[in-house]
């Protein structure tokens, strides 16, 4: 278990080394003067447009050898600072962001874990029975071919737009105060709920399908096999089944995070949602290139944890792992 | 009589129709009797093995019957041959590797399988530690996963487990093949043993590698093509064959240490026939050196001595 | 998304007694009996369809305004007009072309990238594997949306050949595991051994004995990379960093939005490219499986 782990620790803080390269490097790297390119979208006097220069070139440290701005980029993350942000200057990138990842972790995460559990369900009661499968799969089918945003955009259109059963954008009505008051939380609910089903119901379509077809692969296993020839009840064998087809379900889950943060940060756009999808979208307006870089790598480290999370629950679900015989079954 | 199979013809569907892997074979097992299955790969050995305990789902079977102690084994009703199933009859099955769930503790897994069939595990339990013991496992292997179990462990954790609750039939598919030389032996042991102690009452092992069959069987049933082609006491078939097929296949082993039929059996010339339109007449005329034109009709199984029944017209 | 769903259980299946080469008429015989690979294929194959014959159908250029603005679907506007009066259909099958585009382009990149990558570390196995593993395990955590967010961010304007070219360098990770572990299982067994035995060279054992024992499963792991290049180009396009001047699906639904279709209603702006993508998308998923049926006898039931 400790080499299982040790595998995963060192690929983390590779992935994050790499990031964090990356982040530091691609502004560098794009042909020509970065900063010029930035700053050719607004439309600037000259004389601004020099000031601006030089101050995005001191900000980014242009000036120096690079092994040095390297460097330096380095010692300022460590010590937490991501710069200013021009969105709302003067605060700290970090600021801006931590406000709105409360935002976007009270949509993902139950998001998530709902639909991952939900879809996991549904999944293999389909796979046992002939008339729920032909129903729910061809649904899962549609739902996780369907783009996040254009779902988002339907919910918005029908429930909000139409129908006005929900708001149709911000976190919360702008006519409230944040307090801890009844009003103010039935605002944040219902300005929650519709990103949230959108998110669930992407999510709940990709899991259902995966266990559904998993557990038709294990239920051709030898040990399955094995077990029909004791004369094992059906509800047995599957319970097995079931079992198993978790684990490559997890794997699928610690695959997928990418592809989910992604599906939240278009959602959050279409409904106005003030998450760090939002802020993505505010900041490429306001070309807000501290703010993104450190969008970036909030994202990376909150899915390097998630990643952990499920390296954890995959630890504790295949016992394996624990008998330090098989590491890095994944 | 323990088991009396009685024109058992098992196909499995395709496309292009039935392919009768077991056609009309019939045969029958005493009480303490130790039948080996042996024939080429594809000859319906293992189908016809199979098919006492767990007809596969894609398989169906056409006609005849298979009594075990008297009563009639439901093998086309997967619900009713469940009464049977671990309790009457038993499979070891080829891939004994691979057959224990790789992520629950092998304890658990029978604890949850025997409670599955409405027994206590607490009143097999001894049983299971004495007969581990008996296999020269330690009980502890029921603490931990098959992983960390060698090939041979696992063998012998399912033969423990198949044979559990004292079967009448135990049918144990290529249970050698996938073991080492000494391993082989200790398996073949084992289920003479399991046969000597009363705990396992009629057995087939069903083997393409006849020296197994030597040193556990005591009598030997060739199929070839779906087809029973000779049935003998073990001496006879390697003595006395009668069956031309039989001869061959004894023929082309080697002296010492019979092994591997299939292997050197590729030497005859031919291939054995679809058994999607199998011939007319006997099924080996192609590739036989004493075909003739009688053997455009099927021959009927006989029996040339007691105990010693042979297919083949030029066997009498 | 069923990235995971062509799962890499390990498809020794079933050589059955008849011995394991399906004749290519039986397999034809089940793809046109297997309804999930008919009814995909279909949906797959009409889009495309349109997108082909899109300069035929529809107005030379999408982006021209040709009619009134925000009209509704009628039999002048096949789909309505947008919030500026360009003709939705014209767009709608403009944009379905991009999508195709882009979907084999980047599909096709992140592919022979994923092929490549799985079969040296699952072939080669050792250091190799060591630091091809690793590269593939760290490229798969970084969410390529995050890192497109940067790049793009960056750029002054993309276009399609870029945006494939950036879905193939991210999406081949997962892919590349896959095949690494499909390898690693086939290398093990006797036909390869003997082949590296007689003194075949390694890439014409890859090419010659590796590849054809996994086509089937190549197949369809380009088909789940076909179909997630078209879903990523469509979050790109829809934050904005799409092509400019060209229409494509996302591209519609970002400026429906950014234009307010939802509080004007106009939502045959937007509606009928989502619809296009989900059918694209779940079209090949659909696809896939039926594939997958159809390739592996164990799944087929009678």
Redesign the interface.
């Known amino acids: 278990m400790r080499r299982y782990f040790a595998r995963k620790l060192l690929t983390y803080f590779l992935t994050f080394f790499v990031a964090v390269t990356l982040d530091w490097g691609i502004p560098r790297l794009m042909p020509g003067d970065p900063i010029a390119g930035l700053l050719s979208k607004f439309q600037l006097q000259p004389s601004s447009y020099a000031v601006l220069h030089s101050s995005y070139t001191r900000a980014f440290n242009l000036g120096e050898p690079l092994w040095r701005q390297y460097l330096d980029f380095w010692r300022a993350l460590l010590h937490g600072s991501l710069g200013t942000s021009i969105y709302a200057y003067p605060d700290p990138v970090t600021t801006v962001i931590r406000h709105a990842v409360v935002f976007t972790l009270a949509l993902l995460l139950p998001a998530t874990v709902l639909s991952y559990l939900a879809g996991n369900k549904v999944g293999a009661i389909a796979a046992r029975r002939k008339l729920l499968d032909d129903t729910v799969l061809p649904f899962s089918y549609v739902l996780t071919a369907t783009p996040y945003q254009w779902l988002a955009l339907l919910l918005a259109f029908v429930l909000a737009s139409v129908a006005h059963v929900f708001p149709i954008s911000g976190g919360f009505s702008y006519s409230l105060v944040p307090t801890l008051s009844w009003a103010f939380l039935w605002s944040l609910l219902t300005h929650w709920f519709l990103p949230f089903v959108t998110l669930f119901l992407v999510g709940f379509g990709g899991w259902a399908i995966g266990m559904r077809n998993l557990i038709i692969y294990e239920l051709d296993a030898d040990y399955a096999h094995f077990l029909e020839s004791l004369g094992a009840p059906r509800r047995l064998v599957r319970k097995y089944a079931y079992k198993n087809a978790r684990l490559p379900q997890l794997t699928g889950l610690a695959l997928s995070l990418g592809t989910i943060v992604g599906g939240a940060v278009v959602t959050e756009i279409v409904f106005n949602y003030p998450g760090i999808g939002w802020l993505v979208l505010q900041a490429i307006n306001s070309e807000d290139f501290f703010l993104l870089q450190g969008i970036f790598l909030f994202i990376i480290v909150g899915v390097l944890l998630a990643n952990f999370v499920v390296d954890v629950v995959y630890v504790l679900v295949d016992p394996r792992t624990r008998i330090g015989l098989q590491e890095g079954t994944r | 009589m323990s088991l009396d199979v009685q024109n058992l013809v098992v196909a499995?569907?395709?496309?292009r129709g039935d392919?009768r892997?077991v056609d009309d074979v019939s045969f029958s097992v005493a009480d303490g009797e130790i039948m080996g299955l042996a024939g080429e790969?594809?000859c319906?050995k293992s189908?016809l093995g199979n098919s006492l305990?767990?007809l596969d789902r894609?398989m169906r079977c056409l006609g005849g019957r298979a009594l075990l102690d008297g009563t009639e084994l439901p093998l086309s009703d997967w619900d009713a041959?469940?009464?049977?199933?671990?309790?009457k009859v038993?499979?070891v099955?080829q891939?004994s590797m691979?057959?224990?769930?790789?992520?629950?503790?092998i304890g658990k897994m029978i604890s949850?399988?025997v409670r599955?069939?409405k027994i206590r595990y607490k009143d097999v339990l001894p049983e299971l530690e004495r007969r581990l013991r008996l296999v020269g496992l330690p009980t502890d292997v029921l603490a931990k996963?098959p992983?960390?179990l060698s090939g041979g462990m696992k063998q012998r954790v399912?033969m423990v487990?198949?044979t559990l609750l004292d079967p009448s039939l135990l049918v144990a598919d290529e249970v050698t093949s996938a073991l080492d030389v000494s391993t082989q032996r200790a398996v073949g042991g084992m289920l003479v043993e399991l046969r000597d102690m009363g705990i396992v009452t009629s057995t087939i092992v069903i083997t393409h590698d006849l020296s197994v069959l030597v040193q556990v069987a005591d009598s030997v049933v060739v199929m070839y093509a779906g087809k029973l082609v000779e049935r003998a006491p073990t001496a006879t078939v390697v003595d006395a064959p009668r069956h031309p097929y039989t001869k061959l296949l004894i023929a082309s082993l080697p002296e010492v240490g019979v092994r591997y039929a299939e292997h050197v059996l590729a030497g005859i010339p031919g291939h054995p026939p679809s058994?999607?339109d199998p011939p007319k007449g006997c099924r080996f005329a192609d590739r036989c050196p004493l075909a003739s034109a009688e053997c455009a009709v099927e021959p009927p199984l006989v029996e040339l001595e007691s105990g010693h029944f042979v297919a083949c017209w030029k066997a009498s | 998304m069923s990235k995971d769903t062509t799962t890499t259980k390990d498809d020794t299946a079933a050589p059955t007694e008849e011995g394991n080469t399906a004749p290519r008429h039986e397999l034809v015989y089940f793809a046109l009996r297997n309804r999930k690979l008919v009814i995909g294929l279909s949906i797959v194959g009409l889009l495309g369809l349109a997108a082909i014959v899109a300069p035929f159908s529809a107005r030379s250029n999408p982006d021209a305004f040709v009619g009134p603005p925000m009209q509704p679907p009628s039999s002048s506007y096949l789909l309505g007009t947008t919030y500026f009066g360009q003709d939705v259909y014209s767009q709608l099958v403009n944009g379905l072309r991009q999508s195709f585009l882009v979907g084999i382009m980047g599909g096709g990149i992140a592919f022979v990238v994923a092929t490549a990558v799985g079969f040296t570390a699952g072939y080669r196995g050792g250091a190799v594997d060591e630091v091809l593993n690793m590269l593939t395990n760290v490229l798969l955590v970084i969410p390529t949306l995050a890192l497109l967010i940067i790049v793009g961010g960056y750029l002054k304007g993309t276009s399609i050949v870029f945006e494939a070219m950036f879905v193939g360098a991210t999406a081949w990770p997962w892919a590349a595991r896959a095949i690494r572990a499909q390898t690693l299982s086939l290398v093990s067994r006797d036909f390869v051994g003997l082949a590296r035995l007689s003194g075949v060279r390694s890439w014409r054992i890859v090419v010659g004995e590796v590849a054809p024992n996994m086509s089937s499963y190549l197949f369809l792991t380009f088909i789940l990379l076909f179909g997630n290049a078209i879903l990523i180009s469509a979050s790109y396009d829809f934050l904005g960093f799409g092509p400019p001047g060209g229409v494509s699906l996302g591209s519609m639904m970002n400026l429906a939005f950014a234009w307010n279709a939802l509080q004007l209603h106009i939502w045959w702006w937007f509606v009928p490219p989502g619809v296009a993508i989900m059918g694209i998308v779940g079209g090949l998923y659909v696809t896939n499986v039926g594939l997958d049926e159809v390739f592996n006898p164990k799944l087929r039931s009678l």
């Open positions: 499995y569907r395709t496309l392919v892997a790969s594809g319906g189908t305990v767990r894609t041959m469940d009464d049977f199933r671990f309790k038993s499979l099955p891939y691979s057959a224990l769930n790789p992520t629950r503790r949850e399988v599955s069939r996963y992983i960390e399912v487990l198949t058994l999607l």
